[in-house]
């Protein structure tokens, strides 16, 4: 049996996605080179929320290495952080914290092992492409997707309404 005659998206509650751009609804994002151009990704992560799960977490742009900062369990340990976060929001019944919760675990393993100028949106670090989309099943105007506004810092939700 392939892949493709299954229905293996239905169902699915969580999906971490940690690849390059993969997570991303819209290219809004500041490029960090004002040189560089734009990659045209067609807003995937539309299509993976879409595809069925409840929580999409992943990368906007630029997804850590798996020895990022010269750490070879370095991915293994942002999922490990977010594990046991998304255990937590689960058994509280909030999956709306999961998807802000992946955010969180990239900052603090990032945080572990390397120093990151926060301050300095230049310098960020791959943490601050982290994001997720909050989906409710069957109820697609209550999507949220939150990612780090490069130019501000900040956590920024963006409720399904006002996705491009």
């Given amino acids: ?5 299954t229905n293996w998206n239905q169902g699915l509650e969580l999906a ?6 993969l997570v991303d609804i819209t290219h ?3 490029l960090p080179d004002p040189t560089a151009k734009p990659i045209d990704n067609r807003a995937p992560g539309k299509a993976l929320v879409a595809a069925g799960s409840s929580v999409v977490v992943g ?9 990022q ?13 977010y594990l046991d976060r998304y255990k937590t929001d689960r ?15 990239n900052y603090i393993i990032q945080d572990r092992f390397a120093f990151v100028d926060h301050s ?12 997720g989309i909050y989906a409710v099943e069957g109820d697609e105007a209550n999507w949220v997707y939150y990612y780090i506004d490069w130019t501000t810092g900040t956590t920024t ?3 399904r309404s006002q996705w491009p």
Avoid: F
């Fill in 91 to 105: 058994a509280i019944g909030d999956l709306s914290a999961a998807a802000l919760d992946w955010i969180t675990s």
């Fill in 16 to 21: 971490i996605i940690a690849g390059c751009s």
């Fill in 59 to 67: 990368y906007n742009w630029k997804a850590p290495l798996d020895d």
């Fill in 157 to 159: 939700r963006v409720p």
């Fill in 120 to 131: 300095n949106m230049n310098a960020r670090g791959r943490a601050a492409d982290a994001c």
């Fill in 69 to 81: 900062y010269g750490h070879s369990d370095y991915t293994a340990e942002i999922a490990k952080d």
């Fill in 1 to 5: 049996m392939l892949a493709a005659d």
């Fill in 28 to 30: 809004a994002q500041v």
